[in-house]
């Protein structure tokens, strides 16, 4: 593989990023027009009503955040004129065809101008209801393949996908596609459109029956579970990530597409800033529970390898992808971007790093005292992690049901309460369970080719373009970098 320049290749041209809000969104956008100030535009596909409110979702919840303040330092007074110039916020939403696009001037500017699409439009919940999930993840991804395909000078269509489509396969996982209807447990007839009419016969027999809300969303999350499970994936989000590759692999036609697959996605390594991130990640939900002290015990193989790439690298492996595919024609690839293979990191190791930075930068707790923390319990396997609760959950609880009635019907809430945080907790569990006990590890044998080829480039745009998990010494990066960031950026 020959790589040209990177920077060459973002210089004039028109960028469409779907999920323009989201968080891997925000890092491309920026990393885009802070070393390529020549693109030619960025257009942002915005959820909202109309463009004034898209408009103010750009000021709020994007260009207000930290990670913009670089490319405001660089800009300086002309940074509000050059927003204006290069980005255009387009209110929409992919879930529907022409992904809800209703100005028929800038559908056409966007179908004559656009040279490079990225979808990180996604659902990631993996406790989603299915018609969400389903909606977005998957036929969203096929709406955004349809308005590619009136692009008439589309270079590239990168679809970020999740290396997780995999299910609980263990050992090696190939970068392969997935055919159409191919279900992880080998059971024959996986057909997406039923799988549409199964929702919708599911809510019409729900609004027959005058269910509430809460009842409509709680029944769509067990059908999710339930739909994802028969086919041999362990929660709805990889399920429904899966299912959108297998759409897009079907109707592709000559657009060059790329399924670009991140592992668990974490705060930045180095740039624009070391350890910025929003919102509390996968795994940072473990790291800051045990912080506030709430995480007594863990459940999962601490052997297991914990496959995590910064956000920054993530972002980088898209721009070079991009670059690497224009113009190749009905062709496909698949890139893992992770650190299992080069460089595997576990639980234990995480457990211990976790451990040394709240043991010296202890959280406070609302009397202002510092919140000591210890060496987690460790539980490997669900039977044991049963026993734990019971022994100093439920035990104890049912002590109070004998008490006078008076007494019985002062705690009962309070029973009632934690029974159902156990049950949600059990429930959550149950979803997540595949990732504590994980036994794969992702090959990455095309993303090696792809830095190789990005090695051989300028000096400059090797640096500048890094996504080499070899570059990462966990420890440090960890300690120094991304735990201060969920304390500056999360926990505030």
């Not at 999740?162 to 609980?168: D, F, H, K, L, R």
């Amino acid at each position: 593989m020959e790589l040209g320049s990177v920077l060459k290749f973002l210089e004039n041209k028109a960028i469409l990023v779907t999920g323009g809000a989201g968080f891997l969104a925000k890092i491309f956008m920026e990393k885009v027009l802070r070393t390529q100030p020549n693109v030619k535009k960025v257009y942002l596909l915005l959820r909202a009503n109309d463009d004034k409110a898209a408009s103010l979702r750009l000021q709020n919840e994007i260009l207000g955040k930290e990670l913009f303040k670089v490319l405001k330092q660089k800009m300086g007074a002309k940074f509000n004129s050059f927003i204006s110039e290069k980005v255009t916020v387009v209110a929409g939403d992919i879930t529907l065809e022409d992904l809800s696009i209703k100005d028929l001037n800038l559908k056409n500017e966007l179908w004559s101008h656009i040279d490079v699409i990225v979808n990180l439009a996604a659902n990631t919940n993996f406790d989603e209801r299915y018609d969400v999930s389903l909606y977005l993840n998957t036929f969203g991804a096929k709406h955004v393949l349809d308005f590619a395909k009136k692009c008439t000078k589309l270079k590239v269509f990168i679809q970020v996908s999740t290396a997780y489509v995999s299910g609980e396969t263990a050992g090696v996982v190939k970068e392969t596609p997935y055919k159409m209807g191919e279900a992880l447990n080998g059971r024959h007839g996986l057909d997406i459109e039923m799988e549409k009419r199964l929702v919708e016969y599911k809510l019409e027999d729900l609004f027959a029956e005058g269910a509430t809300q809460d009842v409509i969303k709680l029944a769509m999350k067990d059908m999710a579970i339930q739909r994802a499970k028969h086919w041999g994936w362990p929660n709805v989000y990889v399920f429904t990530k899966a299912l959108g590759e297998m759409l897009l692999m079907q109707d592709q036609e000559d657009i060059p597409l790329v399924f670009l697959r991140p592992t668990i996605v974490t705060s930045t390594f180095q740039d624009p800033i070391p350890g910025w991130v929003e919102g509390i990640r996968t795994i940072d939900s473990l790291a800051v529970a045990y912080g506030k002290g709430r995480l007594p015990c863990f459940l999962g193989n601490p052997h297991s390898i914990v496959d995590v790439i910064p956000a920054d690298m993530v972002v980088n492996s898209i721009i070079v992808a991009a670059m690497a595919h224009a113009n190749e024609k009905g062709s496909v690839r698949i890139y893992h971007v992770g650190s299992s293979v080069k460089n595997p990191v576990n639980f234990n190791s995480l457990h211990e790093i976790t451990y040394q930075f709240f043991k010296n930068h202890p959280c406070i707790n609302k009397s202002g005292n510092p919140i000591i923390v210890g060496h987690v319990k460790v539980l490997g396997s669900m039977s044991s992690f049963k026993t734990y609760l019971s022994l100093h959950y439920l035990l104890p609880l049912k002590g109070l049901e004998v008490l006078n009635a008076a007494m019985c019907q002062y705690f009962k809430g309070t029973c009632m309460d934690m029974r159902r945080k156990i049950n949600l907790l059990m429930r959550l569990i149950d979803i997540y369970r595949p990732y504590l006990f994980y036994k794969a590890i992702y090959d990455d044998t095309n993303t090696e080719r792809l830095r190789i080829a990005t090695r051989e480039t300028e000096e400059v745009e090797t640096e500048m373009f890094y996504f080499d998990p070899n570059l990462i010494n966990w420890e440090d990066y960890f300690m120094n970098t991304h735990l201060p960031g969920i304390v500056k950026y999360v926990l505030k």
